[in-house]
Nanobody
Framework: QVQLVESGGGLVQAGGPLRLSCAAS????????LSWFRQAPGKEREFGSAIRWSDGNTYYAGSVKGRFTISRDNAKNTIYLQMNNLKPEDTAVYYCAAYSVYSGGTYYASPKSADYWGQGTQVTVSS
């Protein structure tokens, strides 16, 4: 079992930065990857970024590439999402997800393939 707790959300003006954290506890050694997703009202949950736990390889959706940076602190079993140059369209609830095993292809970008989810943290970007 893996527990995920997100934090760091809030209200920020367009163009500003924000950093999210996702603290993992439990059987983190078995996690293949940790990902960030977001869901805006009335929209489907969409992939944002992922980091592979074994080697730290990172992956980004086109909509956030160049503005968001995912990183990890192995000692704290925590991943971070540094978000810069935020836009109003980044407004959403941001979720952390954990994948227990590698399942091929871009498994880390599939909400259906995730094994564990955090409760989410709201990010609101004002124009």
């Amino acid at each position: 079992q893996v527990q995920l707790v997100e934090s760091g959300g809030g209200l920020v003006q367009a163009g500003g930065p924000l950093r999210l954290s996702c603290a993992a506890s439990g059987r983190t050694f078995s996690s293949a990857a940790l990902s960030w997703f977001r869901q805006a009202p009335g929209k489907e949950r969409e992939f944002g970024s992922a980091i592979r736990w074994s080697d730290g390889n990172t992956y980004y959706a086109g909509s956030v590439k160049g503005r968001f940076t995912i990183s990890r602190d192995n000692a704290k079993n925590t991943i971070y999402l540094q978000m810069n140059n935020l836009k109003p369209e980044d407004t959403a609830v941001y979720y952390c997800a954990a994948y227990s095993v590698y399942s091929g292809g871009t498994y880390y970008a599939s909400p259906k393939s995730a094994d564990y989810w955090g409760q989410g943290t709201q990010v609101t970007v004002s124009s």
